[in-house]
């Protein structure tokens, strides 16, 4: 049986054997490049069965949507038994957290673009609840792997 991996949020370039991304336009894109399978839908919902997947890939996404845990509990659904969900996310910056929004990037960028951001604590206290979590590590982005 091969190794089945699904992309959540895959934008143009899918890492893995399906792909999903709530922009059409950019499955429409990838279409034309790509041999992955491609599903338009959102993180929250995922339009698969239980445990389908052996790996659940979700780069740069978490800090673009308001209900993490929802999404969290979809890639516990469609995650097969021993299977692996790597998720990596932008952090709040610290400006952001402290309330010294002095940068016009920041006030537009941060707040609007990854307005859901979590400092690198919250969102591993948020995986926790759903897997066990094995590699943590932290730079500008925090990259967490469960199984």
Same mark, same amino acid.
């Given at each position: ?5 699904? /992309? ?41 069965? $239980? ?15 308001? /209900?993490?845990? $929802? ?28 309330? =010294? ?18 400092? $690198? ?6 995986? =926790? ?10 730079? =500008? ?7």
């Amino acid at each position: 049986m091969r190794n089945m991996t699904l /992309d959540v949020g895959c934008g143009l370039r899918p890492r893995g054997s399906f792909g999903v991304d709530a922009n059409l336009a950019f499955l429409r894109e990838v279409r034309k490049v790509s041999s992955a399978r491609l599903v338009c839908a959102r993180a929250e919902a995922l339009p698969f069965a $239980a445990q389908s997947f052996d790996e659940v890939i979700c780069w740069e996404v978490l800090e673009h949507i308001d /209900d993490k845990r $929802a999404v969290l509990a979809e890639f516990h659904r469609i995650l097969r038994r021993g299977g692996r969900v790597t998720i990596s996310a932008a952090l709040q910056p610290a400006e952001l957290l402290l309330g =010294k929004l002095n940068s016009k990037y920041l006030r537009t960028v941060v707040q609007g673009f990854h307005r859901h951001a979590c400092e $690198a604590q919250e969102y591993v206290a948020i995986t =926790k609840e759903f897997f066990d979590v094995r590699v943590i590590t932290f730079d =500008k982005f925090s990259m967490i792997e469960c199984i």
